[in-house]
């Protein structure tokens, strides 16, 4: 009798890991082109590319979704088993994640201008008489709020970078905080020339110019994300990593 409810027992925890094992995993992001954007059906980017390829590597399944940044955020903070890239890692949000590991390019984040304006800043309160174009609860925005900077009066929130461009270029703003890669994409992608239409107005530096990651929140187990840190490492050890780079950034190289 005690030799069955021994086995009995071991069968319960065999069948209850491999239920932990099995948990899928929702991936969220936003509309981030060139990193992670909707195309054909399906979510596609250089981050997400890795991504899939960590999951392919620890034998995960996943659904990705598109969401806006703030929804993203906010599911990635209070669900257990969500993973949110590509986030900025800043010291405001270093205890609420559980971080995996970086998933883009370096990168650096400014605010823009428009070259015709000939707006230039020496120092960021300069910026403070300026109508800003932000990404709703981005690292971005959530900096310049930790700054001074007041939403609804500085800063002007929207959930699609694209639309951030086209507001600066009708003059309906002064200033674009976004990143480096994005903001050229999205001016290419527009038809235009990054070099002939913005100018750096001001580096924010304090954000630092490294890639972006991959995190879970407190809800999600420690062992997954520790899973998922060995298999980001396996990618970046194999090369897979900077291939996918290679195929993003440096076409036909």
Request: glycine share 10%.
């Amino acid at each position: 009798m005690k030799m069955l409810r021994l086995l009995l027992w071991v069968g319960l925890m065999c069948v209850s890991a491999g239920g932990r094992a099995a948990a899928m995993v929702t991936c969220v992001t936003e509309e981030n082109r060139p990193v992670n954007f909707w195309e054909n059906g399906k979510v596609t980017g250089f981050s997400t590319e890795v991504v899939e390829a960590v999951l392919k590597e620890i034998d995960v399944q996943a659904d990705f979704q598109i969401m806006p940044w703030a929804r993203a955020y906010a599911t990635a903070l209070h669900k257990e088993n969500v993973l949110i890239f590509s986030i900025m890692r800043i010291p405001e949000r270093e205890h609420l994640f559980k971080w995996v590991g970086v998933v883009s390019p370096p990168d650096g984040s400014y605010l823009y201008a428009l070259r015709g304006r000939n707006l230039k800043l020496d120092k960021l309160d300069d910026a403070l008489r300026y109508n800003i174009a932000t990404i709703n609860g981005d690292a971005r925005e959530q900096y310049l709020e930790s700054k001074g900077f007041v939403k609804g009066r500085q800063l002007h929130g929207n959930a699609q970078p694209k639309t951030n461009y086209d507001k600066l270029k009708l003059g309906r703003v002064d200033l674009w905080a976004m990143s480096e890669i994005v903001a050229t994409d999205i001016v290419r992608r527009d038809g235009g020339d990054p070099s002939q239409m913005l100018v750096r107005a001001l580096q924010l530096t304090e954000l630092g110019s490294g890639g972006s990651y991959m995190a879970f929140g407190p809800k999600t187990d420690d062992l997954l994300v520790e899973r998922f840190r060995k298999g980001l490492e396996a990618i970046k050890a194999n090369g897979t990593f900077t291939a996918l780079q290679k195929k993003w950034f440096q076409p036909g190289g």
